[in-house]
Structure formats: structure tokens, C-alpha cells
């Protein structure tokens, strides 16, 4: 696991979540760990592939998840927010990744993205892959969200 | 009216798509993965398309390149947070018209939009 892979991530979700939401957003933390599992009750799970492969999981909690869905819907009733937070917070998965796959790719190469996958709840199991994953913890006045990356070189 | 088609598995990217261009366009599809994109582009014809890339089932470059066999005049404005620039140079030399880059200024989408049917002075 390279520590700058982590860069190219803290840049695009400052960017997103200033385009999306108006949130400043900080770093709190940033740590190794033994995989990607999340440790928040709602999970994004983007997989990657191409040069560097991996998954990236983002995690953060129902009311910081309603409060980004709130502020990427302005004028929106409160039920019309409430179906579409999972979307709404997939789509900042997405467009982080996607901001930061452009460093991770460079000008040559193309990486891959699958679709986000969200999952909420505290009652679903997961197992996630040993990969040495970096662990982010960014911070705004609205919540704060954890980013787990756990990417690798792709061989051969 | 000219009429569109968004394709985008985000539901909340479609209502905002749907929120820019709806003065101005009539939105008469939308589509949330690639092969009911390929399906209901078919049946509905619309005049252009705002296209996602990262979407289930089919990618939005495979569902590009199905729009443009089917219909070569098709215009295509791809809405992607996949800015990667071989990405970018494969679909606009596939046939797409405009590139925008998510996140998006709501001008950024009109401004590609009209383009597409703004007449050109020679």
C-alpha cells in the first residue's frame, strides 16, 4: 500500500463536498489498518480496476447522510430528501473516486469504476479481503465521514 | 421543444439533470443502467442524450457506441465523474459531442447542451 494514494482522495473530497454540499472538509485522521471494513452503520463500496486495482469504502452515519443528501437537494421536501440520501451519498462516492482515479491514472493509463454499491444497517455482515488499507477520517461542522482504501499495483 | 433522454444510475443526478434542462428541454426518458438505456433510446428517439460512464449492466462507452450504430447522428453530451483524459479522448472520438466532468456547474450542462443545436455560421 503506497501512502499517496491517499492524497489524490483527501483532494477530491475536499473539492466534492465544497461543490456539493458547502462543507468544508479536514483531515482528522489517517491510519493503516488490516482492511477495508467499514466502521460506520452506513457503507459505499466502489471497486477499482485497471493499473491499480482495489476497493475504496466509505462510511459515515444516517444524519450526516441525510444532512449532505439535504444540501445536494435544495427546495426538496423532507420524504423526497429521505428516498434519495442512499443515491445522493453514493453519488459523492462516486464523483470522489472518480476526481481522484484522474491523479491515480495519470495521462496514460485508464483505471475502472464499478458502480457504488451502498449498504446500511447495523444488522448485515461483511467480510472484507486482509488488504492493507489507509484509513481516512475527514471532518466538517455537518459530520464526518471515513474513507478506506485499500488499493494495490496490479501485477504483471 | 427538442426532447432528452438522461442516463444516469443516480437517481439524484437525474432529478438535478432533469431540474437544468427542463425549462428549456423536454426530458421524455430516463434511464438507470445501460441496457434499459439502449432499450427505451430505441423506442423514444429523442433529439439528444446526457449519458452517464460508470452505470451497471453496460457501461456508458458500450452504450455509446450502440446509440451511434443505431443512429450515427445521435447526439451524445456524457456526464461522468470519470474524468480520466483517455477516457475523455475515447469518447469524444467515439462520436460524443461534449465532456462534462461531475462534479458540475448546472451553465456547464445548458452551455453543452445548446451548443448541440446551435446553428453554425460558415
Known amino acids: 500500500m503506497k501512502a499517496e494514494y491517499a492524497n489524490p482522495f483527501i483532494r477530491a473530497a475536499s473539492e466534492v463536498f465544497a461543490h456539493e454540499t458547502h462543507l468544508k472538509m479536514t483531515r ?5 489498518r488490516k482492511s477495508p471494513m467499514p466502521s ?4 459505499i463500496i466502489l471497486g477499482i480496476t485497471g493499473p491499480i486495482r482495489g476497493q475504496v469504502v466509505y462510511s459515515l452515519d444516517e444524519g450526516f447522510a441525510y444532512e ?4 445536494m437537494l435544495p427546495g426538496k421536501l423532507p420524504a423526497e430528501i429521505k428516498k434519495l440520501t442512499n443515491s445522493a451519498i453514493s453519488e459523492i462516492a462516486n464523483m470522489i473516486t472518480g476526481k481522484a482515479s484522474i491523479d491515480l491514472a495519470g495521462e496514460d493509463h485508464t483505471i475502472e469504476l464499478t458502480p457504488p454499491a451502498v449498504f446500511t444497517g447495523e444488522r448485515f455482515h461483511m467480510d472484507f479481503l486482509s488488504i492493507p488499507t489507509i484509513s481516512l477520517s475527514l471532518i466538517s461542522e455537518a459530520g464526518s465521514i471515513e ?3 485499500a488499493l494495490t499495483e496490479a501485477q504483471g | 421543444m427538442k426532447t432528452a433522454m438522461i442516463i444516469d444510475d443516480a437517481a439524484v443526478m437525474r432529478l438535478r439533470l432533469r431540474d437544468i434542462l427542463e425549462p428549456r428541454y423536454e426530458i421524455i426518458a430516463e434511464a438507470e443502467d445501460g441496457v434499459q438505456a439502449l432499450s427505451l433510446y430505441n423506442q423514444c428517439r429523442p433529439d439528444f442524450v446526457t449519458l452517464d460512464i460508470t452505470m451497471p449492466k453496460i457501461d456508458g462507452i458500450a452504450v455509446l457506441q450502440g446509440i451511434l450504430l443505431n443512429n450515427p447522428q445521435a447526439k451524445v453530451v456524457i456526464v461522468s465523474a470519470v474524468g480520466q483524459k483517455q477516457t475523455v479522448f475515447k469518447a469524444l472520438s467515439l462520436g460524443a459531442k461534449d465532456f462534462v466532468v461531475k462534479p458540475f456547474d448546472p451553465e456547464r450542462v445548458r452551455t453543452a447542451v445548446d451548443r448541440l443545436f446551435a446553428k453554425t455560421l460558415t
Open chain 1, 147 to 149: 474513507i478506506n482504501i
Open chain 1, 28 to 32: 482528522k485522521s489517517l491510519e493503516l
Open chain 1, 40 to 43: 460506520r452503520p452506513i457503507c
Open chain 1, 68 to 71: 449532505v443528501a439535504k444540501m
